[in-house]
């Protein structure tokens, strides 16, 4: 199974792109993961959110494949503990899936096309971070539910 975080613009803060590179290459013992950047609409400014939300849509859905399994990360979507993510990620797993696909959208979600292809909505927390943040924390809880699932001793209850 391959996992892609798909992410629209760029992570420009240096500890942030460290903490995710750190994470990224720790995930290679465990899966095939890979991180698409998709580069920031030109002169958003001059968009309304609405526009803004179907062309980044229009991005996102460009990057994907037809047997893809889309998990959105949402505030709408549900919420997992680590452990049940783990579970989650086991699921995910042993169904067969070749490729899911998380997606961190823009600052204003995801286009209603976007919903649409979707398959499940994740949410990290019901507080809001920073789309560059969120890159980081959930590169971090892959690494964790992996090492739940393998019974190392990065996670503590």
Do not use: C
Request: charged share 25%.
């Amino acid at each position: 199974m391959k996992i892609v975080s798909l992410t629209i613009g760029k992570t420009s803060e240096k500890y942030l792109i460290e903490g995710i590179a750190q994470f990224q290459k720790r995930l290679k013992h465990y899966t095939q993961f890979e991180i698409i950047e998709i580069p920031n609409i030109k002169k958003a400014q001059n968009f309304s959110k609405s526009e803004l939300m179907k062309k980044e849509g229009e991005l996102i859905l460009g990057k994907l494949q037809t047997s893809d399994y889309l998990v959105l990360l949402d505030n709408k979507g549900q919420d997992f503990t680590s452990l049940k993510f783990s579970k989650k990620v086991q699921q995910w797993m042993l169904s067969g899936k070749k490729r899911i696909v998380f997606v961190i959208g823009g600052a204003y979600g995801f286009s209603d096309e976007v919903y649409k292809r979707t398959t499940e909505k994740l949410s990290l927390s019901k507080m809001t971070f920073s789309h560059q943040m969120v890159r980081l924390f959930f590169v971090e809880q892959l690494y964790r539910a992996y090492t739940i699932l393998g019974n190392e001793p990065y996670h503590h209850e």
